[in-house]
Structure formats: structure tokens, C-alpha cells
């Protein structure tokens, strides 16, 4: 079946460094989604990626998508404390009704 | 006001006992999700519906059940049959013309 990774799996970074997380999927997607959540919270939705070599930005945020989606990227911009949480990206393959969720990157920001 | 209701939030049983965690959704999305995270893990599908009155066993389907007889409620029952029942159940929903899902906020099932 159809299996995403992420790496790292835990990343502390210094206030104000860079961050990047990578999603790997086994198969080729038809779209791929990242979320966010904080420590005891639930998932939230960030950003959806359609095309093949497509980037998306917001804020401090970068989404990136492979040309041969297959993978993808999260970066951030001179972290925040507030950017702590742990990044799940989720694709979907298509013909399923179901996403497949990443193993998660858990962000430690240190003031 | 729309979204996902989880209820409780945190829910203690005993070993051998059945428990059912509620999930209701306003937002009119056909589709709806159960998710397992254990401490430090990613989610795990545990069943999907894709429309009233049909569902499907996902990755880690053993020791659960489900029922879609209305549209807006999704509940998950975890039977004695489930051998480590502690964990976050999440419950998700989808718009049948996106792949976004919108979360709940969660039931923290604890088993004694």
C-alpha cells in the first residue's frame, strides 16, 4: 500500500533559524495537503498542492511539490515560538477516498 | 456556528468494556474519518464513510466499529476486543470536491 515519510522526525531549531521538513511518497500523488498541530490539539489544515513543481507560499511559509510528486517540502522562515507543533503532510494517490498522513515532523522552537 | 464536535474530550474505561466516542459534523461533507495517534506517532485510518449508510475498514480496522445512519454523525465504537485501546481518537471530515479534512478536536480514551 501506499506509504508517506517524513524527515526528520524531531527537529529543535534556535528562535529565528530555518526550518525545512520532507514528505517522501512511495507512489506518485495526485495532490498532496499539510497540516499542523499543536502540542494536545488536533490537525489543521495549512495548504493543499495540485501541480508538479508547484510552490506555495504563505507568510513565512514555503510548500513546495516534486515535479514528480512524489515529494514535497515545508519550510519556514526565521522561526517563531508559535511555529511549534508537529507537521503532517497527507497525500492522496487518486481513485482512493482516503489520504495517506506522513509520520509527522515534531518542531521544537528554543527562545 | 459550523465545525466538528468530539465528545468527551477525555474518557476513562475498563479493561473488557465497550466504549462509543461521538462525532458530529454541521459542515454538510458526505465523507468522514477515524483516526488512531498513539504518544509521538502520525494518524492512523481506522475507518471511512463515504456516504450515509456505507463505510470501509482502513489500516487498523480490528477491535472497531462504525455506523453512518445519518449524515452528520460518524460514531466509533472501541470494543474489549481492541487489545491497546489507549490512544487520541481523531474524527475528520471532507467535502466530497476537496481532499482537505477538517479534524475534531479529539477524545483521549483511557482503558484501566
Known amino acids: 500500500g501506499q506509504q508517506v515519510m517524513q524527515i526528520p522526525q524531531y527537529q529543535h531549531v534556535q528562535e529565528g533559524e530555518d526550518f525545512t521538513t520532507y514528505c517522501n511518497s512511495s507512489t506518485t500523488l495526485s495532490n498532496i495537503q499539510w497540516y499542523k498541530q499543536r502540542p494536545g490539539g488536533h490537525p489543521v489544515f495549512l495548504i493543499q498542492l495540485v501541480k508538479s513543481g508547484e510552490v506555495k507560499k504563505q507568510k513565512r511559509l514555503t510548500f513546495q511539490f516534486g515535479e514528480a510528486k512524489k515529494n514535497s517540502s515545508l519550510h519556514i522562515t526565521a522561526t517563531q515560538t508559535t511555529d511549534v507543533g508537529t507537521y503532517f503532510c497527507?497525500?492522496?494517490?487518486?481513485?482512493?477516498?482516503?489520504?495517506?498522513f506522513g509520520t509527522g515532523t515534531k518542531l521544537q522552537v528554543i527562545p | 456556528d459550523g465545525g466538528i464536535t468530539q465528545s468527551p474530550k477525555y474518557l476513562f474505561r475498563k479493561e473488557g468494556q465497550n466504549v462509543t466516542l461521538s462525532c458530529e459534523q454541521n459542515?454538510?461533507?458526505?465523507?468522514m474519518y477515524w483516526y488512531r495517534q498513539d504518544p509521538g506517532q502520525g494518524l492512523r485510518l481506522i475507518y471511512y464513510s463515504q456516504i450515509v449508510n456505507d463505510f470501509q475498514k482502513g489500516d487498523i480496522a480490528e477491535g472497531y466499529s462504525v455506523s453512518r445512519e445519518k449524515k452528520e454523525s460518524f460514531p466509533l465504537t472501541v470494543t474489549s476486543a481492541q487489545k491497546n485501546p489507549t490512544a487520541f481518537y481523531l474524527c475528520?471530515?471532507?467535502?466530497?470536491?476537496?481532499?482537505?479534512?477538517?479534524f475534531g478536536p479529539g477524545t483521549r480514551l483511557t482503558v484501566l
Open positions: 497527507a497525500g492522496n494517490s487518486g481513485g482512493y477516498q482516503k489520504v495517506t
Open positions: 459542515l454538510n461533507h458526505d465523507a
Open positions: 475528520a471530515s471532507r467535502a466530497t470536491s476537496t481532499d482537505t479534512q477538517y
